[in-house]
């Protein structure tokens, strides 16, 4: 799988040519019963998403979550150890870092050769975290349309805010971690649907890692 360091933004094509598609991101997970919700929300609809793991929230009791992921037809992205920014970081400390949650993944999936596709620079602080990831194998993922629900859970102002963000052709990004989000979960099901049934088509990002698996739109055979 080829990378670049240059993060991408961009939601891979619906698969009719149609411009309404956009790519869900999910930071700061695994989180227990919310990311367990977010799951099955996700599988109702048939949306994928990319799950970018804190290595932190990595351990025994999160495991079968993140194995759901994989097996839902998911993608993974590593979003480092910690909540710290990683801006000022010298190479080989962002290496070290990026390693060790590398490692607490494919322990989780008990396969030490899981493919993580991407890699997200908390706060979306890259510094030399974006050239680390890449000689890693890991494809930097940008951070574009947020929703602030670090700052609300409030379900209709997050609602608002999705439809203001899915933006066609884009990324955007909520988060299932880093505190109570079952808000994010209840927006997401509004306006998720709403858009699905506006014929909308949720995709994976853009680029080489995308191919891993169906783009997740209707007539996609999702293993």
Do not use: K
């Amino acid at each position: 799988m080829t990378v670049s360091a240059e993060p991408v933004t961009r939601a891979g094509a619906a698969p009719d040519g149609s411009p309404r598609a956009a790519s869900l991101t999910v930071d700061d997970g695994p989180n227990g019963e919310t990311t367990a919700a977010l799951l099955d929300l996700l599988g109702e609809l048939g949306v994928p998403a990319v799950f970018c793991l804190v290595g932190g929230n990595l351990g025994r009791r999160h495991d079968v979550l993140v194995r759901r992921m994989v097996t839902e037809g998911h993608l993974l992205g590593n979003h480092g150890m910690t909540y710290a920014d990683m801006g000022a970081w010298p190479p080989e400390l962002v290496e070290r870092d990026l390693t060790v949650v590398n490692t607490l993944i494919r322990r989780a999936l008990a396969d030490p050769a899981a493919v993580i596709p991407y890699f997200r620079a908390p706060n979306g602080s890259w510094g030399q975290t974006a050239d680390v990831a890449c000689r890693l194998g890991l494809q930097p993922l940008g951070v574009v349309n947020t929703i602030g629900d670090w700052e609300t859970q409030d379900p209709p102002t997050l609602a608002a805010r999705l439809r203001q963000v899915i933006r066609p052709g884009e990324l955007f990004v909520v988060h299932d971690g880093g505190g109570d989000r079952r808000g994010t979960v209840a927006a997401l099901r509004a306006v998720l649907a709403e858009r699905l049934a506006d014929g909308w088509c949720f995709t994976l990002p853009a680029g080489p890692p995308r191919d891993v698996i169906g783009t997740g739109c209707p007539g996609d055979q999702v293993l």
